[in-house]
């Protein structure tokens, strides 16, 4: 696997510096690519007989670091690793800032932000490599169980690593009934929707959804299944009947308050069956009334979601938006709302 920033040495290094006394957190992204990702970065630290002793699951948000921050000083933090979280472009001065009072190292696939300069111990791969692939091979360097390996094609298919060939090729060398055309309904598809189901229904509390995953508790995670399940097969009716269309763009703008986050599974799945279209969803989710969150799919790559969604947020206050070309993510305070429409239907993009 080839790195855009970064070298494997580097992480090596970083790992074999770790001592006795220092304390190590794990800040990563509450999708499945984070999750896993963390589970092999536990193989590679119990194979120095470290433990992770704060593990921090965080959406897309500007405030991560200076909110984590604390925490890491009352619990006497000495390392962190920060795994798919596209960190330099949310928050870069706290990244800067905390690199500077903790060793730090980042993995991630998303786009370089062109205000980094400082690239010690970053790690940056395409988009079509998923964290958890970054990790995987990084592992191999330390250990040679296959004990979680399980977890790393259903994985690739959540991020959709498969629409590159040589992944394709990898995936279907260790499981032949895999083609892209049907990859869903494949046996590593289906268990690709269970897990990612079980998130959603375990949102509030990621630990526990961590753990039934590390330890491939699947009869636990399939009983939730059927509960996402109605609740997105609801909300696509709706959305495909219900959503604003420009017609010359094809973007379907739609905003919803759902019961689970399910706004992601929905986007990508009806960007899969019409992938021209450009859809961006909006919910209101949890506890939180101020802010808004978005998720934007385009299946073509001939539009750039990352680019898209920068745009809908320009002159918004204390909004951040980053993603990848196929699909992206946005944040950004309710009152706004209006706003980020008009920008995003004027969007040249």
Request: net charge positive.
């Amino acid at each position: 696997m080839n790195f855009i920033k970064g070298r494997k040495e580097e992480f090596i290094n970083f790992i074999n510096e770790i001592t006795k006394r220092d304390k190590i957190a794990v800040i990563t992204h509450t999708d499945l690519d984070g999750i896993a990702s963390v589970i092999f970065l536990e193989e590679i630290l119990n194979s120095i007989n470290k433990k992770i002793s704060v593990l921090k699951f965080a959406d897309y948000k500007n405030d991560i670091i200076k909110k984590l921050l604390p925490i890491f000083k009352k619990e006497k933090i000495s390392r962190v690793f920060i795994l798919d979280l596209n960190i330099d472009s949310l928050a870069l001065e706290d990244f800067e800032k905390l690199k500077k009072q903790i060793p730090t190292f980042l993995v991630d696939h998303h786009p370089i932000d062109t205000r980094l300069n400082n690239f010690k111990n970053i790690i940056k791969a395409d988009s079509f490599n998923c964290v958890t692939q970054i990790i995987y091979e990084l592992k191999k360097a330390f250990s040679n169980s296959k004990e979680k390996d399980w977890i790393l094609v259903p994985t690739m298919i959540s991020e959709f690593s498969y629409k590159n060939l040589e992944n394709l090729e990898f995936m279907k060398f260790a499981h032949p009934d895999i083609t892209e055309r049907e990859i869903l309904s494949s046996e590593q598809g289906k268990l690709t929707m269970i897990l990612n189901y079980a998130l959603i229904y375990y949102n509030d509390s990621l630990k526990k959804v961590y753990d039934l995953i590390k330890n491939r508790e699947l009869d636990k995670l399939k009983k939730v299944y059927d509960v996402i399940d109605k609740e997105i097969i609801k909300e696509k009716k709706n959305i495909l009947e219900k959503s604003e269309h420009d017609l010359d763009k094809n973007i379907y703008f739609y905003f919803f308050k759902p019961k689970h986050r399910i706004k992601s599974l929905i986007s990508t799945d009806l960007s899969m069956k019409y992938p021209n279209s450009t859809f961006v969803l909006v919910t209101q989710e949890g506890k939180d009334k101020c802010f808004l969150n978005v998720s934007a799919r385009n299946q073509s790559m001939n539009k750039d979601m990352n680019l898209l969604l920068k745009k809908a947020i320009q002159g918004l206050d204390n909004a951040n938006a980053g993603g990848h070309v196929a699909a992206a993510g946005a944040r950004f305070m309710k009152k706004d709302i209006k706003k980020f429409k008009e920008n995003l239907f004027s969007s040249s993009n």
